[in-house]
């Protein structure tokens, strides 16, 4: 499956499906949030690593092609590393979005520009812009290692990364999971109860009798 397939594809699929179907997937520390209300966030890791220093990730965004997610490891500092002018630049690119395991900031203005920025955390007080550093080798942000072209996917819930082959082989359980859920959802719309729906019952007594499980949704 080539690239741009696979992101269509990732494009409706919520993170939390996507860890349901591997719980295996690196999953970013929850501490980085998502700073903006934008839509989920699909694109291959431009990686830069930085301290708390944001020129190499100026350079970085020079570089950024669309479709790029700009994976940025400042070490979880408090110097913000991107705002305003970043974000609208990485919008103007067509990238995909911005995950700064660090600081942002002008949060407000974020908002507005459309594009998905996640950060650990939001400070007015920005870092320097006298070192150059590392990109496009593999970085820790959030707490998992991110490879120069992995696959980031992010939503409200937070901020997953894997290797292209990994969501390529999990798709489409996730996509049977989202599905599963939808049609269960819309029959508690219409006032069917979540337990006609669960194999609950068989599996709490399995559980407790320390017997193998899933707890599963019915079709």
Do not use: W
Not at 2 to 27: I, K, Q, S, Y
């Amino acid at each position: 499956m080539d690239l741009d397939e696979l992101v269509r594809r990732l494009a409706p699929l919520d993170t939390a499906c996507l860890c349901d179907a591997d719980a295996g997937l690196r999953v970013l520390d929850p501490a980085v949030r998502p700073v903006t209300d934008a839509p989920t966030m699909v694109g291959t890791a431009f990686t830069v690593a930085c301290g708390a220093d944001f020129l190499q990730v100026l350079k970085a965004l020079q570089e950024a092609r669309a479709g790029d997610v700009l994976v940025v490891d400042a070490g979880g500092g408090h110097r913000a590393v991107a705002g305003e002018l970043f974000a609208t630049e990485a919008a103007r690119k067509r990238m995909a979005g911005i995950v700064v395991d660090g600081a942002v900031r002008d949060s407000r203005s974020v908002r507005g520009i459309g594009l998905p920025v996640y950060a650990r955390h939001v400070h007015p007080r920005a870092g320097g812009s006298a070192a150059v550093s590392s990109q496009q080798l593999p970085v820790r942000c959030g707490g998992v290692l991110v490879h120069p072209g992995d696959v980031v996917v992010g939503d409200a819930d937070g901020v997953v990364v894997a290797a292209h082959g990994e969501l390529e082989r999990i798709l489409p359980v996730a996509e049977r999971i989202q599905a599963a859920e939808a049609a269960v959802l819309e029959r508690m719309a219409a006032g069917e109860s979540l337990f006609g729906h669960l194999n609950l019952d068989e599996h709490y007594d399995r559980v407790g009798r320390g017997e193998p499980s899933t707890l599963r949704l019915l079709g």
